[in-house]
């Protein structure tokens, strides 16, 4: 079974299916002379959209209120994670926060490096990014 997304689609949904199969084949070649024997779509409209740029206007996972914190893909963690890997780290952090309140140890959180190691390389991302 092959299970394959688009995102953010325009247009006719027909031609996106054909897209996504056309797509799979140009990948994936040794799918090109597989036969599909059943088939089923699923056209939803409720997948949240951010449109680039709009990352600093995301609700961070503390608030005002110390009592009130935010979780999901929606919030801005400074971290570099997205969708799943986003909702559940910011879940992380918003109990650690509400722990942390309360005197109790949370849950450490690891992460890949937030920032290239070798310095010649950062000043030159931090110049031409
Ligand atoms: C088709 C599809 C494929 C995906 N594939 C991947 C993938 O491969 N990998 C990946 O990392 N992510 C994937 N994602 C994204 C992933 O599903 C989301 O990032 C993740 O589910 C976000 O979790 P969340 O807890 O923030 O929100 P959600 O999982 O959306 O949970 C929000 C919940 O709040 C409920 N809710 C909404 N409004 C109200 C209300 N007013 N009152 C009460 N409840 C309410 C909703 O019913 C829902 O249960 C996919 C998403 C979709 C749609």
Redesign the pocket.
């Given at each position: 079974m092959v299970e394959l997304?688009a995102?953010a689609l325009t247009g006719d949904p027909e031609h996106a299916k054909r897209q996504l199969v056309d797509e799979l084949r140009r990948v994936y070649p040794e799918t090109a002379t597989a036969a599909i024997i059943d088939e089923r779509h699923?056209v939803?409209a409720?997948?949240?959209l951010f449109a680039p740029g709009t990352f600093g206007d995301r609700p961070t996972v503390t608030t005002p209120d110390p009592n009130v914190v935010l979780?999901?893909?929606?919030?801005r963690v400074d971290l570099p994670v997205?969708?799943?890997?986003?909702?559940?780290t910011?879940?992380f952090l918003a109990a650690d926060a509400l722990l942390g309140q309360w005197r109790l140890r949370g849950h450490p959180l690891w992460t890949v490096p937030t920032r290239g190691r070798l310095a010649p390389l950062r000043a030159a991302a931090a110049r031409f990014g």
């Open positions: 997304h995102y699923e939803w409720d997948c949240p979780a999901g893909d929606l919030t997205a969708l799943m890997e986003r909702a559940a910011s879940g």
